[in-house]
């Protein structure tokens, strides 16, 4: 409920099994995290409203699209453009496909709110260490809050996890515009010179 129906703090969740063993298992662990009785009211009172139920997840799918979109066109956008040109023999000055890859790679979202993207070619060593600092860089001077992939037990240092459906998409745009900028200015400089002076022109 807390995030298909954007309702933070109602803690509730269905489980919808056959299974009766399984079932009964879940049973036991109804002390320890009922539900109150006033919010079963009220739940059940929002998923009986058929048409309501039906017109919210169309709009919410529609605008998750559409947030979904601006995060990943940005990301796509951020490449490092390694086609060649043919040589001279060729008597032409044709691109030739080599090779284009992202910056910053990422797990495309099949469902969800997130997009978990790959930050570890602008570290300078692979490790949390160095995640933590850029972190905390995109937190000074992008006014960014992605959450590190070592608060979600990652194991390669470098996975960040943006959240494309907490702000308008007119607040993402701005945001996915800075991170662009910051990431530009990170490959280009070495990070001891990554200070105020060199990171103005992000926000």
């Not at 960014?144 to 007119?170: H, K, N």
């Not at 910051?182 to 490959?187: T, Y």
């Amino acid at each position: 409920m807390s995030k298909d129906f954007g309702a933070s703090g109602f803690r509730v969740g269905f489980v919808y099994s056959q299974n009766e063993t399984f079932l009964k298992g879940m049973a036991n662990f109804n002390m320890f995290g009922g539900v109150s009785n006033p919010i079963q009211l009220i739940v059940s009172e929002l998923l009986t409203d058929d048409s309501f139920v039906d017109f919210y997840l169309d709009e919410s799918r529609a605008r998750l699209r559409q947030s979904y979109q601006i995060c990943v066109q940005k990301l796509e956008e951020m490449y490092v453009d390694r086609r060649r040109r043919c040589n001279v023999t060729c008597n032409s000055n044709i691109l030739i496909p080599f090779s284009v890859v992202r910056v910053l790679p990422f797990v495309p979202a099949e469902a969800g709110m997130f997009v978990y993207v790959d930050f570890s070619a602008i570290l300078p060593q692979k490790t949390k260490e160095w995640e933590a600092k850029l972190s905390q860089l995109l937190i000074d001077h992008a006014r960014l809050i992605l959450t590190p992939g070592d608060t979600q037990r990652e194991r390669m240092p470098g996975m960040f996890r943006i959240c494309y459906a907490w702000v308008s998409p007119d607040v993402l745009r701005i945001g996915m515009e800075r991170l662009s900028r910051i990431v530009a200015k990170i490959r280009r400089m070495d990070w001891s010179d990554l200070n105020e002076k060199a990171l103005s022109g992000i926000l």
